[in-house]
């Protein structure tokens, strides 16, 4: 029909208009649902996961996976005693299954993943995990690849073989005082832990790729001065944690750790804080931005809801698909992008000045 007749013609206008109206509220309308009740009916808090069952239209508006945490082992040779994702198995799924399930995640707009464990070194040497960083930036092209590590397992050897695919390798260290990293159990027997980081440091130069530092800050560090030590090794990223207690893994009957007595208060943060405000790499995390703030995968690639307080897993993407599992992950989008999840995370976007 000719734009000129539906203006000559006023009954024609009249219902142009209102379908115009129409088209505009149910638009506003649909974004008002999305951000009062959350995309699938699992990430509502006013409806329970189980009773509900998932239309089509719900699997369709699911949250995207953009940035993923892959916790493919749950195994370590590390005892640090507030850990909140234990051994509770062993299993590690066959290689071309996780890399099924990561073709999966990119194909529903994955941009990032990260690998982290138990101690992401440990299974296969650190093939396992090599294979997985490859396939991630060579065959998938993720614009970042990520590893979180206590540090205490990786060679030279590795970097040589599989430096260029990975853009960011995060150690975790929590004390610069050799003594309390083995009050805390961040360590294997009496070898240091301070040692490897910096070496690891070095070899992140030395390979190009970004180094960034973890830290747990609870009752046994909560009164260090970090600022000389942070400032020597100059990590691109510092990420500050609360200690998080999550039951069935670090509180709780069921759990293999007991971390009450890691616990610091809100006030005991905010001071570690304020000692630190002088670093410019720091990202703080406290207990409320860090609970759901993270797409969390499982060894069985289930996502993790921790909503409760606890991990509950969804279905499996191998079974269900990402759309359907991504409904059950108890995700905030909202605190992802307040908690400064999205940030340069590729190093070709970096000016890795080493
Ligand atoms: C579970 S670990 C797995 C990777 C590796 N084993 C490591 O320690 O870096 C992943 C990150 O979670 C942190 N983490 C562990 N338990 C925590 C807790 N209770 N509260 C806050 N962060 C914690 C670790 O320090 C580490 O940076
Ligand atoms: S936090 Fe400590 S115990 Fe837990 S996985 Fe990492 S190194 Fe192992």
């Given at each position: 029909m000719q734009l000129s007749s539906?203006?000559?013609?006023?009954?024609?206008?009249?219902?142009?208009?209102i379908s115009?109206?129409?088209c505009f509220l149910s638009s506003v309308f649909s974004k008002v649902r999305y951000w009062t009740t959350g995309a699938c009916k699992?990430?509502?808090s006013a409806l329970s996961p189980v009773d509900n069952k998932l239309d089509q239209k719900e699997i369709q508006n699911a949250t995207i996976p953009t940035s993923v945490n892959y916790h493919f082992t749950r195994k370590c040779n590390y005892k640090c005693g507030f850990c909140f994702?234990?051994?509770?198995?062993?299993?590690?799924?066959?290689?071309?299954?996780?890399?099924?399930?990561?073709k999966l995640l990119k194909e529903s707009g994955m941009e990032k993943i990260n690998f982290s464990g138990g101690e992401p070194f440990l299974h296969d040497k650190g093939e396992f995990l090599g294979k997985l960083v490859q396939f991630c930036k060579q065959d998938l092209q993720l614009p970042s690849v990520s590893?979180?590590?206590?540090?205490s397992m990786i060679k030279e050897k590795w970097f040589q073989k599989y430096g260029d695919y990975l853009d960011i390798l995060a150690v975790s260290c929590d004390s610069f005082d050799e003594e309390t990293n083995q009050l805390i159990g961040r360590a294997q027997g009496r070898k240091s832990h301070l040692d490897c980081l910096y070496k690891i440091r070095n070899w992140c130069q030395q390979?190009?790729?970004?180094?960034?530092?973890?830290?747990?800050?609870?009752?046994?560090?909560?009164?260090?001065?970090?600022v000389e030590s942070i400032t020597q090794l100059a990590p691109c990223r510092w990420k500050v944690f609360q200690c998080l207690l999550?039951?069935?893994?670090?509180a709780g009957e069921k759990a293999l750790r007991e971390a009450e007595r890691f616990i610091i208060s809100d006030q005991q943060f905010q001071e570690f804080l304020d000692r630190h405000s002088s670093v410019s790499c720091l990202v703080p995390e406290s207990n409320e931005k860090m609970r759901n703030s993270y797409l969390i995968l499982d060894e069985y690639m289930r996502f993790l809801d921790c909503r409760e307080g606890r991990k509950d897993p969804s279905k499996s993407i191998l079974d269900v698909g990402v759309k359907d599992a991504i409904c059950f992950s108890g995700f905030d989008e909202k605190m992802f992008f307040k908690r400064g999840g999205k940030y340069l995370w590729s190093k070709a976007d970096m000016k890795l000045e080493w």
């Open positions: 539906v203006v000559t013609s006023p009954k024609l206008l009249l219902q142009l208009c115009t109206v129409q699992g990430t509502s994702h234990t051994a509770k198995t062993s299993f590690v799924l066959p290689l071309e299954e996780a890399k099924r399930g990561l590893i979180v590590s206590n540090g390979y190009k790729v970004a180094f960034k530092i973890n830290s747990v800050i609870n009752t046994f560090n909560v009164d260090e001065d970090m999550i039951d069935g893994e670090n």
